[in-house]
């Protein structure tokens, strides 16, 4: 998938225009990266659009940084500059979009690697 189109995915599933949607890839992708290990990052940055590869570069050798959930969203409101709220919108509809472009092997390898509530971001949100 082109970085337009994903972040055009990101836009329409987080609800928001999409120069915040673009911010929220970038925030989510980053901080992903630093929560897995540096092969899986790079696993996961060889299915994403060329554009989208260095959010994800780590060297191969580097361990996962262990932060739970809400660091994971503070990381992503800061990098974004968003609201604890929106970065939970736009992590969920980042992660989902990513489940659709590097496909299920590989994202459930990922996730593995994860805190199950950053996990459940893949899940879609309940309907209010």
Excluded: C, K, N, W
């Excluded at 989510?28 to 790079?42: D, M, N, V, W």
């Excluded at 570069?57 to 409101?77: H, M, N, Q, S, V």
């Excluded at 992660?95 to 472009?101: E, T």
């Amino acid at each position: 998938m082109a970085e337009p189109e994903f972040y055009a995915r990101v836009s329409a599933r987080a609800g928001v225009p999409p120069d915040d949607a673009r911010a929220l890839t970038q925030a989510t992708l980053r901080t992903l990266a630093e929560r897995i290990s540096g092969g899986e990052a790079a696993e996961l940055s060889a299915h994403v659009a060329h554009e989208l590869r260095p959010l994800l570069a780590r060297p191969r050798t580097d361990d996962p940084e262990a932060f739970g959930y809400d660091e994971f969203l503070r990381r992503i409101a800061e990098r974004a500059g968003v609201s604890p709220a929106e970065a939970e919108r736009g992590a969920r509809a980042v992660v989902q979009a990513l489940h659709r472009v590097i496909g299920p092997a590989a994202f459930h390898r990922a996730l593995s690697q994860l805190p199950a509530r950053i996990g459940e971001l893949a899940q879609p949100a309940p309907r209010r």
